[in-house]
């Protein structure tokens, strides 16, 4: 079974603080994705990488940047945090195919992030 | 880039009916349409999905049907069950690559 983790469930930071929020995927998988969830909003895609050291803007980059060294790894910065970037924060994976078709995403438990 | 919108919001059935949750998109090289669960505190998982050379798909009690030419797919629960209760989001995708745009979500409320 695919295990996505992210690192903290629960994060609290205060306006200004350089924040990381870690995500390791142990099923060798090529593409991993940084997703935020708002009520009403649904899942909207911040920053995403289909390789090592590749990454991609997604819909809402502004404020976030990644970081991928190791394919198990991603990571998302928030460089300096501010109060609307409070939010829950999705990571996701998913194998590439060789087809035109995706293969599903798998995501980790979601870290809730408060900045204050 | 793509756009997807889904209704209801909200949606309140009773135990045994059915539910319907509808959702439009915009660019039509998409060809990848999943739906995912999401139950309260937990993570979103992938409950069925289609593909575009495919109209139809039933697996037990739920089932997707998409329409190309008018852009839209929908997600139907028959028999409806309290553990149904969940956010059910849809989402649409024109590459290879997993990049996945989702619609904003429904809550589907089951009432016993």
């Known amino acids: 079974d695919v295990k996505v983790t992210q690192s903290s469930r629960y994060l609290v930071k205060r306006t200004g603080e350089k924040v990381f929020l870690e995500c390791v995927q142990d099923m060798d998988h090529e593409n991993m994705f940084w997703y935020r969830q708002d009520p009403g909003l649904g899942l909207r895609l911040i920053y995403f990488s289909y390789d090592v050291k590749m990454k991609e803007k997604g819909d809402i980059p502004e404020g976030y940047s990644v970081s991928r060294e190791k394919k198990e790894r991603f990571s998302l910065i928030l460089e300096s945090a501010s109060t609307n970037q409070t939010s829950m924060y999705l990571c996701?994976?998913?194998?590439?195919?060789?087809?035109?078709?995706?293969?599903?995403?798998?995501f980790g438990n979601g870290t809730r992030l408060t900045v204050t | 880039g793509e756009n997807v919108e889904q209704h209801p919001s909200t949606l309140s059935v009773q135990e045994g009916d059915s539910a319907v949750i509808k959702c439009t998109y915009s660019?039509?090289?998409?060809?990848?349409f999943p739906w995912y669960k999401q139950e309260l505190g937990k993570r979103p998982q992938l409950i069925i999905d289609i593909r575009s050379n495919v109209g139809e798909k039933k697996d037990q009690r739920i089932a997707v049907t998409l329409n190309k030419t008018a852009k839209h797919f929908s997600l139907h629960i028959t028999e409806t069950q309290p553990e149904d209760s969940a956010v059910y989001f849809c989402a649409a995708s024109e590459t290879n690559y997993g990049k996945l745009t989702f619609g904003q979500g429904t809550i589907l409320t089951v009432h016993p």
């Open positions: 660019d039509s090289a998409s060809n990848y």
């Open positions: 996701a994976s998913s194998s590439h195919t060789a087809s035109s078709y995706n293969s599903p995403l798998h």
